[in-house]
């Protein structure tokens, strides 16, 4: 691949005007200025940040298993699940080539991983959280992996050009986001026959969503420990996103193997008993997790 300078395919997260190198990243249009600091992380953050984006930092910091001052291998024993689910059923059918970028990758086990597999390509992998980016520098050496670029920034205002990107990734991800601004970003920073790929994600009715972010419910009772929002959308109402965004293309498949449901008692047990019921019944009136593939066509603008 010819080589990329990402720095020469930036925009302003604010008015996406195409930032200039000038000692730093300048903007001409609003005089933002994004210094270029001494380690790995390019700064990109749009001005106005919300209380999750900000609680997001907090946990970063603090987190006994996420933070810096944890062994690596911590971040990844904590997602045992999804990281068995990803490296069995969809790591060795991923065929990506080209740019690829990761939105809310925390501790980047997914780029890492993708890069093992994929040398050749190019990888930026992202996160809201400075902290985050700072945990999977040491997440990706641990792995030996070799991760292209790190850039803070949100899923609402990803700072690159337009049609830059041949895959957009993520893992549970989108439902901390504000879906009818991150989705139509992913749509724009993606290549014509580009595909957004995500992992994790729930699909949940909504009256069962109401249920599941009260502190009733686990979702309800997270975002009251961490401060993080928790997004909760139906099958229905993940399509329209992407559909709305200008994906014509979509594809969600129920991800309800209890195999890989082992880190609650209750989901495990949930998942069991699910596993058994009519796909149907279970996409109209019951949550679940699923993997969404989106494609942008040709034809798109």
Known sequence: MKEIIIRDHLVCPDCKVKLEMQGDLVCRHCGRVFPIGPNQIIDLLPTSLSESDVAQERFWARDTRESVNAHPLLSLVHKGDVLLQFYEQVYPKLKLYGKVLEIGSGACWLSSLIKLKFSEIYVVATDVSHGALLRGIQVSEFLRSRIDQFITCKAEHLPFEN??????????????????????????????????????????????????????????????????????????????????????????????????????????????????????????CLACNMTVTARKEESSL
Do not use: C
Request: zero cysteines; glycine letters at 10%.
């Open 163 to 284: 049609g830059f990107f041949d895959y957009v990734i993520g893992s549970a991800v989108l439902h901390h986001t504000i879906p009818e601004t991150a989705i139509p970003e992913i749509f724009r920073v993606l290549k014509n026959q580009g595909s957004y790929i995500g992992i994790w994600e729930l699909a949940i009715p909504r009256m069962l969503g109401i249920l599941w972010g009260s502190r009733f419910g686990l979702a309800g009772r997270a975002e009251e420990e961490i401060g993080w929002k928790e997004g909760n959308y139906s099958l229905g109402q993940w399509k329209k996103f992407f559909k709305d965004a200008g994906f014509k293309e979509v594809i969600l498949n129920l991800e309800r193997d209890p195999n890989y449901k082992h880190y609650h008692w209750f989901i495990h047990l949930y998942y069991k008993v699910i596993a058994s019921l009519p796909e149907p019944f279970v996409r109209r």
